[in-house]
């Protein structure tokens, strides 16, 4: 039974940062590419962030670039995002996923319906 358990989301003042974690279980990590999205009150969930079987392929959305950064440790079959200069726009809730695809071995999917398994979900509020 495969689980992703996010962590690590809470209320920071803009300009702030914070550490997601989201640990996988159930998987062969090193053989999923792993991504981040979020999901706004009212609006479809967007790609964040992603990291390609190999790591030889990382992706970010445009609106989190210079930011936000992902990093995976395969030892602890964990992955993180590490988001810095939060904005109020940040404000959703962030989900990891994971695709065991072997297209993602190189290439970083970018689209849920590309995901195979996804975690619960961790509220992130950036305030002013």
């Known amino acids: 039974q495969v689980q992703l358990v996010e962590s690590g989301g809470g209320l920071v003042q803009a300009g702030g940062s914070l550490r997601l974690s989201c640990a996988a279980s159930?998987?062969?990590?090193?053989?999923?590419?792993m991504g981040w999205f979020r999901q706004a009150p009212g609006k479809e969930r967007e790609f964040v962030a992603g990291?390609?079987?190999?790591?030889?392929?990382?992706q970010y959305a445009n609106s989190v670039k210079g930011r936000f950064t992902i990093a995976r440790d395969n030892a602890k079959n964990t992955v993180y995002l590490q988001m810095n200069s939060l904005k109020p726009e940040d404000t959703a809730v962030y989900y990891c996923?994971?695709?065991?695809?072997?297209?993602?071995?190189?290439?970083?999917?970018?689209?849920?319906?590309?995901?195979?398994?996804w975690g619960q979900g961790t509220q992130v509020t950036v305030s002013l």
């Open positions: 990291s390609s079987w190999t790591e030889a392929d990382t």
């Open positions: 159930g998987l062969t990590f090193s053989r999923n590419a």
């Open positions: 996923a994971a695709d065991s695809s072997r297209t993602a071995i190189w290439r970083t999917p970018t689209t849920p319906a590309q995901y195979d398994y």
